[in-house]
T-cell receptor
Framework: DARVTQTPRDKVTEMGQEVTMRCQPILGHNTVFWYRQTMMQGLELLAYFRNRAPLDDSGMPKDRFSAEMPDATLATLKIQPSEPRDSAVYFC????????????????FGPGTRLTVL | DQQVKQNSPSLSVQEGRISILNCDYTNSMFDYFLWYKKYPAEGPTFLISISSIKDKNEDGRFTVFLNKSAKHLSLHIVPSQPGDSAVYFCAASGVQGAQKLVFGQGTRLTINP
């Protein structure tokens, strides 16, 4: 049963601390997305990668957020320093895009990391 | 700038009746639309999609309608079942094959027995 996994599931931290969230995409998927869910904005795309290369991170506050894919099985989202307004649920999703394949492919979401910054 | 809007934060429907969830968008470049369903403490899961070349797509109890001139889409669930109680997100893709999705704020659907 292939799934996207995310750790930690819950994180409570104090303002100013560094937070790292991890995601393991489904094996074989070549596209990874980071989303943030808030009450006001719904699901916002923060960044996404294709074949480990960042394609778009325009949704991410550049001064404090960073996203990387050290290898094909791990994606990380880091916040440093964290602020109370970063409190949200952060989702990772993965998908498979093939050259010559369908124009759009389903994204599979992980269970999310609930972040609370005090 | 909310390009995809779901104006109803919540909707309550009697079991067996039709549930209609609505979504409006502002960007005429969107050409692919999707609905995702989300249960508490889980990630969203894909439900149904529609390309801009169509105006209707059906999958079992779920039908999505697209009105491009009005920049409006809707999801119909018939008949509604208690297991349909969830948050439903509408999403749009901007450029063919771009994979980037813009989501709405979500509508919480409650099916009452």
């Amino acid at each position: 049963d292939a799934r996207v996994t995310q750790t930690p599931r819950d994180k409570v931290t104090e303002m100013g601390q560094e937070v790292t969230m991890r995601c393991q995409p489904i094996l074989g998927h070549n596209t990874v997305f980071w989303y943030r869910q808030t009450m006001m904005q719904g699901l916002e795309l923060l960044a996404y990668f294709r074949n480990r290369a960042p394609l778009d991170d325009s949704g991410m506050p550049k001064d404090r957020f960073s996203a990387e894919m050290p290898d094909a099985t791990l994606a990380t989202l880091k916040i440093q320093p964290s602020e109370p307004r970063d409190s949200a649920v952060y989702f990772c999703a993965s998908g498979l895009v093939l050259n010559g394949g369908p124009l759009y492919n389903e994204q599979f979401f992980g269970p999310g990391t609930r972040l609370t910054v005090l | 700038d909310q390009q995809v809007k779901q104006n109803s934060p919540s909707l309550s429907v009697q079991e067996g009746r039709i549930s209609i969830l609505n979504c409006d968008y502002t960007n005429s470049m969107f050409d692919y639309f999707l609905w995702y369903k989300k249960y508490p403490a889980e990630g969203p899961t894909f439900l149904i999609s529609i390309s801009s070349i169509k105006d209707k797509n059906e999958d079992g109890r779920f039908t999505v309608f697209l009105n491009k001139s009005a920049k409006h889409l809707s999801l119909h669930i018939v008949p509604s079942q208690p297991g349909d109680s969830a948050v439903y997100f509408c999403a749009a893709s901007g450029v063919q094959g771009a994979q980037k999705l813009v989501f709405g704020q979500g509508t919480r659907l409650t099916i009452n027995p």
